[in-house]
Structures are given as C-alpha cells and as structure tokens.
C-alpha cells in the first residue's frame, strides 16, 4: 500500500503562485509514476500533469502547460506542484495520485493509489 497526503492549497488571487505538496509512505513509493489531477464543483476529475519515477520525464495538461511545473524529490518521497499565474479556472480540488505500472499516463484508471486531495481557490 501507498499512502499519499496531500497540501498547500488555499486562497490565492489571480495571478499569483501556489506550490502544492505530495507527501508518499509505504512500500516503495519512491518508484512510482506520479500524478495530479483536479476537480472542479460540478466537473469531472481531469488530468494536471505527471512525473516519471526518476523525474526525468513529465506530461502537462494543455490548460496548465507553461504556468505549471512538476517535480519531485525522492530522498524525500515528495512530489511538487508549483503553480503560476494562477487563474479562476484553476479553482479545483487537486489530487495526488501513484501509478504503479510503466509510463506516463493521463487516465485516472491508471493510477492505483490517491491522496484526499486540497483545495485551491483562485479569487478574481
């Protein structure tokens, strides 16, 4: 099992920058493909970004491409989400979530383990 918490929301203005947290425990969470989705009230869960294992490779939402970046640490079994030029539209739940299987992908079924997730809110 892998547990994942994450943080760092909160209410910013537009414009601003959040960094959002993914602190992972459990049986080698270091090696897993990793991910942040978002949910919206009223939308669907959707795709953010996400991280190869090493940290070497990373996809990117169109919506976020250029304003977001992913990273992780390993010695500290944490992976990051560094947000700029926040907009209104990026007011969601934001989740954390571990793949266990190869690759990069951008379907929540590929993800085996998610965090409770953390609430950002973009005020205009």
């Known amino acids: 099992q892998v547990q994942l918490v994450e943080s760092g929301g909160g209410l910013v203005q537009t414009g601003d920058s959040l960094r959002l947290s993914c602190a992972a425990s459990?049986?080698?969470?270091?090696?897993?493909?990793k991910g942040w989705f978002r949910q919206a009230p009223g939308k669907e869960r959707e795709f953010v970004a996400a991280i190869s294992w090493r940290g070497g490779t990373t996809d990117y939402a169109d919506s976020v491409k250029g304003r977001f970046i992913i990273s992780r640490d390993n010695a500290k079994n944490t992976v990051y989400l560094q947000m700029n030029s926040l907009k209104p539209e990026d007011t969601a739940v934001y989740y954390c979530a571990a793949r266990e299987g190869y690759g990069l992908v951008r379907k929540e079924y590929g993800y085996d383990y998610w965090g409770q997730g953390t609430q950002v809110t973009v005020s205009s």
């Open positions: 459990g049986r080698t969470s270091s090696s897993y493909n």
